[in-house]
């Protein structure tokens, strides 16, 4: 099955990757820019017909490695 | 919010604190001021259990601009410049995260060195982590040595040096200690003082956001259990891009005469910075937090004055040259606010659109913390060692190669090249050797910088390890031929609420004291990191000792690495028949065993003097200081630091193992022309240095013979490839997480 977990930094946590790129963002015209939190997307492949079971283990992949989750947030997708 | 016993236990203040901060106030505080008083409070900040033994610290010399108290100490250095520097730990944020962790301490310390208005030219680390094998440690010890090259190496500060030292002691607490020097002129330095009445307050640096909300009272709890993976404490990001443009802006702005005082937004963030610039220049603020830049909407006082956002100071101005300092931070895209002015009232008053929140008194939240006498109790003395009753090992040489390949003795460049130790061009000598050495532009001088402590001698006798790891520090700096200056601290202890903790550090201050005494150097900046422990159970005393010292001519340094074929090896200094603590009984029998070596501290200061002598008059070929590992391993270090091999007849007055591997201290192995060898042994003479003659460099073999016993006799070249390979090897072992 495919999984998507999606990973960011946690709300209040500073993201300086974030910040960088709104400001280049702003630097190019974009001025209504206000502020960009950036993340990642994993597109897992991952064997099993059940949904919630395929879900249930992604959400271990992302707390033992995907996530840093003392700053980064995440949300697992079962497509 | 009403203020309940609940909520006041909940921000770590005892009922009796509470009753002190009525008494203070006259009234109730509101939430605003009881997060204040939380955090001015903490152990952190307040150094309430510490404060009264700190006091014994010599602080003052002829050569002290800045003793403790401000952001660094400062100490003249000559030709009208000065060196700034501190040590500081991050342990718990480190634990939990420990690339941004270890991160946020390098940035913390580098805003304490030019908040004095020094640019910063070299850090130094000291860290402790548990066994290799531990659970996590692999990934930790990954994560801050990535952390601490990350954030120096974008700032453009080499990391020169420090200490790595494993042991399961470590296991639930790492220690990260952090250290850093600038060069500042003796005239220009900045404090931390409100000084105007009328004088605009600003707010400089990056935004301000939820992250890190009592940080401070955090690292002044102790860890329960798997709190890492329950509660997750809310640790900072660190954004060494705006930390070097925080750096230039205020460089740029220290040039012009517009500043009255600045100070860093460290531990407890805007609270700490308001009271204590206030509190020092016996004036008062008056704030608007509304005007405080925020990252985040809706953000309220209390989260605002509490947040440990990075990358922040607070600063005086002169009120007619306000534009100019906004256009200065504005140059480098800093944030920079007009927040607040000083006044004369001698109280802190904060407003939120147009509210007052908060209305204390400035100096009793900054000056008169509680100060507590905590009770002493040292815990009961240690089963009596065995050693002393074990037969002696078969085969030296391969103690000797289980001593090299340990992770506390291998070499540990898989740490030091993830750190740019060169930039900046003024790097002589690079990690790995005595001390550190750091050309000072412009001058033919140079600093030597060092941290030191051996834990397990702390742990076995916290009295004599706090004034071994001062010795320490001292004789590898004078092994370089730079002189002791001044020294730093970073006290790293347990709970200081239980009897035993307590008089450790009591102990180990004295240690400190009495050694920098008879060193003749100060005190001069320095940090308490108290409840390091884990599930109850304590790190071992770990008072960290950054010691700076001054070559007047870089040009006269010495190195530890042998030189030339054909010159003497000497050892200066007393061999003892000791092994307790050492790296042989750690490693070799596999046990913690005591007692800790004997210190002379008398002789320490005469093999100083000698070693600077000899240096002076270009004597020496090389000369390193004789630690972990004991002689066999100092002189296996400088062989291999030099690629010579050397044959040593070392005479036996004590067991061979001691003689070898024993780490009795006050001894430095130095080399010379063959030439030399009547002078230097007529000088160490009349200085009153015991000398042995041990041999002659050249070889591809490493060859220590004692008279008639089996030598260890060595291929230099497979003893360095042992040496150099063993710590990637074990770190490199396995998956990192």
Sequence with gaps: MKVEVRVYPREGILDPQGKAIAAALVRLGHGSVEGVRAGKIFFLDVAGDDRAKVEAEARVMAEELLANTVIEGYDVRVL | MAITPELVAGHNLSAEEYGRILEILGRQPNYVELGIFSAMWSEHCSYKSSRLHLRKFPTTGSRVIQGPGENAGVVDI???????????????????????????????????????????????????????????????????????????????????????????AYNGNILVNVFNAGIVRADRIFLGRAEGAGNPVVYVGSKTGRDGIHGATMASEEFAGNQTSQKRPNVQVGDPFTEKLLLEACLELFATDAVVGIQDMGAAGLTSSTFEMAGRAGSGVEIDLSKVPARETGMTPYEIMLSESQERMLLVCRSDRLPEVLAIFRKWELDAVEIGKVTDTGRVVLFF?????????????????????????????????????????????????????????????????????????NTVERPGGDAAIVRVKGTARALALKSDVNPFFCALDPYRGAAIAVAEAARSISCTGGRPLAITDCLNFGNPEKPDVMAQFEAAVRGISDACRAFDIPVVSGNVSFYNETDGRAIP????????????????????????DGDRVALLGQTRDELGGSEFLRTVRGRDEGPCPEVDLAAERRLCELLLDLAASRSLSSAHDVADGGLAVALAESAMAGALGADIEVPGFVRHSALLFGESTGRAVVSFASGEERNIAERAAAAGVPLVMLGRIGGPRLRIARGDAPPIDEDLRDLTALWRSAFRRSIESAELL
Aim: charge should be negative; charged fraction near 20%.
């Design chain 2, 353 to 425: 659109g147009g509210e007052k929140v908060a209305d204390l008194p400035a100096a009793p939240l900054a000056d008169e913390a509680p100060v507590y006498d905590r009770p002493r109790r040292p815990a009961a003395a240690p089963p009596p060692p065995r050693w002393p009753e074990e037969p002696e090992p078969s085969d030296y040489g391969a103690c000797l190669r289980r001593i090299l390949a340990s992770p506390n003795v291998s070499e540990k460049s898989w740490i030091w090249t993830q750190y740019d130790h060169m930039v900046g061009t």
């Design chain 2, 78 to 168: 000559g030709d009208g410049l000065a060196v700034a520097f501190k040590m500081e730990s991050h342990n718990h944020p480190s634990f939990i995260e420990p690339y941004q962790g270890a991160a946020t301490g390098v940035g913390g310390i580098l805003r304490d060195i030019f908040t004095m208005g020094a640019r910063p030219i070299a850090s130094l680390n000291s860290l402790r982590f548990g066994s290799l094998d531990a659970p996590r440690m692999k990934h930790i010890v990954d994560g801050v040595v990535r952390g601490i090259a990350g954030y120096g190496n974008c700032m453009g500060i080499p990391t020169v040096g420090g200490e790595t030292t494993f042991h399961s």
């Design chain 2, 541 to 564: 005393p770990t008072p960290t000792v950054g010691m700076v010292g001054l070559l007047e001519d870089v040009d006269l340094r010495v190195a530890m690495a042998f030189r030339r």
